[in-house]
């Protein structure tokens, strides 16, 4: 069953999840990669993968009726505090919900990155592309909640968790050690770990591994 959350505008700030929404979030994530994997070629990068499920996700949320969000393609983050051309990053699926609407720096980030097994330079690439860019503030700065979606090239998923997190604690301290959470029939595993951003602010992150193996 879809996970659904009311029409109607949600709290202030708008940075902001309920625990709905953040479930919704997760789910449309699965339902998105479940219902793009037959389009996904082996050895396809992790660029084109994204922008088959963006689209997955786009025609799941269709089907589910799932009005008070929207899905956006890769959101160019801008410094508004200075009069330059330069881009602060892309994320790589952005999501609004309604009480988000209106506002620019408001909305739900999900980097993606592509990871297995065995494969060192991927797995670090995840948390110093991909994680890092929560914790210094590029992305989401100040917000409540981010999300990390992992493709496992290479499983078994509890490999790629453990490589994964014992880099995050190096390079984080052990606080921000990753915790299992609830797990979804579509996902390989669902983590749970809170960061500290560069300006002080604790931002709460999601990691979706997803089997993206020639197997799956």
Known sequence: MPLLTPDVPYGNPAFALTEDQVATVIDLVCQGVDEARSAITSGMLEVPATIIIRKAMRRVKKTRRLTNLQIRGEHELDNMATTDAAILGRIDITLQFLHQFGDEDAYVAVECKRVGAGLSALNGSYVAEGVDRFVAG???AGHEWGFMLGYVLVP????VVDAINRRIE????????LTPDSAHLLAA???HGVLIQSSGHTI???H?????SEAA
Do not use: W
């Open 138 to 140: 590029k992305y989401s």
């Open 156 to 159: 078994p998923a509890a490999d």
């Open 170 to 177: 190096k390079t984080y301290g052990s606080t921000a050690k």
């Open 189 to 191: 595993a669902i983590l």
């Open 204 to 206: 709460q992150l999601k």
């Open 208 to 212: 979706i591994l997803v089997n993206l």
